[in-house]
Each structure stands twice: as C-alpha cells, then as structure tokens.
C-alpha cells in the first residue's frame, strides 16, 4: 500500500549490532567483549584510577580495530535516510566507533563518546586522536603529560549531550532502534520516552532486546538486510 510519507522528525538509536557486519565486536553476544573483560575492570572511572594502564590498552586494542573499519549497508541506509527531502533525522549512537561517519551521517551524536578522540583531563581539550594513548603521552594542546585518557563515556559517567537527545525524542514522530540489546540506560528508555511523546517506534534487531515489547513495531534480522529494507520502505511512503 502507498501512503504519504507518514513521518518527518525521526531519531534513530544504534548500537553495536549495527557494526558487527563491519566487523566490530558487540558487548553482550556471546562472544562479546563482556565475555572477555570485566566491566569493573576496563570500563568505569574507578578502573582507570585504579589501573590506568589496563584500561588505556582496552581502548588503544579497540581503537586500533577500528581504524581500518568500514561502514556497511545499515550505515549506508541511514546515510540515505538523512539525504531524504522533507525529513529531519537525528542518529544517536551509542557507538564509538566512526562508521555512521565514514557512511556520510551529518546529524550524528555519540552519546557514549569516540575511539578516535583523546580528552586531556589537564586542559579538557578534547583531541582527534588515531593513536594509543599511554601514561606518558603529551597532550597537543596543553603538553601536560600522562593526563590523556579516552573520549568515552564509562559506567557511572554521563552520556553526552542528553538535553538534545531529550527534546529530539519530545519531537520525534518515529523513533528507531537499531542493533542494540537495550541493557544500558538511559539510552534503554529512549522508546519509552518517544513513546510518551506520541511516536511510532520500531525495533530492527538480530534477535528480541531486553525491551522489545515497548515497542509498537519490531523486524529481526541482519542490520545489513532490515535496515536498507525498513529505509526504502520509509523513503517510498510504504507502511
Ligand atoms: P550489546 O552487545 O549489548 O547488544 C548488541 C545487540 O545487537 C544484541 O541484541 C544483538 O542481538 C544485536 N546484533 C548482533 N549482531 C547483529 C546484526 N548483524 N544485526 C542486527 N543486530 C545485531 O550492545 P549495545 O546494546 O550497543 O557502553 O550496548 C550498549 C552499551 O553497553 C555500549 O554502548 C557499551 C556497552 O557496555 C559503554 O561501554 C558505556
């Protein structure tokens, strides 16, 4: 059936599903990197006063795999998404890696921060960054030594940029949420308040996330396969 394009502000979530084609390893699979390491020890602020040289390699070995990374077709939808006319699409990953980027994404927030930018806790410059960082890297801006630590956002820090996030999702007629198991909050609540707010909302995930009966709607499936799918559909007035 055709219909008028239903939907004008959308915010889309995404999380590590959306990369594992790319070849980027997700959390809570069951060869994830919460199978590897402990979150306690490699993922929160206290791990980094504690053992900052652990918690630098953690990042420096998935920054590293990042490098060389390439988007795929789920990126590559949402590029297309945004270059619709008439629409008004937000991408809030929870993603550090910089496909939707490499993909062509512009409106883009990475609520949990980058791999590829350094934060000098001397200055609070923060870098582009391709590098490891260790405890003996100078910063480029300030050349404080041994201050330099990830851009990313551990467990017990806050997620950047939610007052955005909050009235993007006030705002929204469809919300989205792709690849991601809906394990961490806030970003686990975002349907919820999409939802308060009067939007559609959809799930395009591997298999059902912690979440899935919040949502109106869900596909399972590859993000490779039911993103481009659920976008052509979207961009030709298909329900
Ligand atoms: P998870 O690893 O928790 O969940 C990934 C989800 O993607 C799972 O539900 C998989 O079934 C699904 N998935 C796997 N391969 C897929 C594919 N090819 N296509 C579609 N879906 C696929 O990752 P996130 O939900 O992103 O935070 O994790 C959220 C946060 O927890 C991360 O940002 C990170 C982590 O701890 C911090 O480090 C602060």
């Known amino acids: 059936m055709k219909t008028v394009q239903p939907y004008k502000r959308i915010v889309v979530l995404t999380g590590a599903g959306i990369s594992a084609e790319s070849g980027i390893a997700t959390f809570r699979d069951k060869d994830g990197l919460w199978a590897k390491y402990d979150i306690s020890e490699v993922a929160t602020p206290e791990a980094f006063a504690r053992n900052p040289r652990k918690v630098l390699d953690f990042y420096n070995m998935r920054r590293r795999d990042v490098l060389g990374a390439l988007p795929n077709a789920a990126h590559a939808a949402l590029a297309r998404l945004e270059r619709t006319a008439g629409l008004d699409v937000l991408i809030v990953t929870q993603n550090v890696d910089p496909l939707h980027e490499r993909a062509g994404t512009q409106k883009l927030i990475h609520m949990h921060g980058r791999l590829l930018s350094a934060w000098c806790t001397a200055c609070d410059d923060k870098q582009a960054w391709d590098q490891d960082i260790s405890l003996e890297t100078t910063c480029r801006s300030c050349s404080a030594i041994g201050h330099m630590r990830p851009d990313i956002v551990w467990f017990g820090e806050m997620p950047y940029q939610m ?56 596909r399972h499936g590859k993000a490779s396969e039911i993103v481009p799918a659920f976008v052509a559909e979207l961009t030709s007035g298909e329900k």
Do not use: M, W
């Open 163 to 218: 007052d955005t996030i909050d009235d993007a999702l006030a705002e929204a007629d469809l919300f989205v949420s792709i690849g991601t198991s809906g394990n961490v909050y806030p970003a686990a609540g975002f349907v919820q308040t999409a939802r308060r707010f009067g939007a559609h909302t959809v799930e395009l995930n591997l298999e059902p996330s912690e979440g899935t009966s919040l949502f109106h709607q869900r």
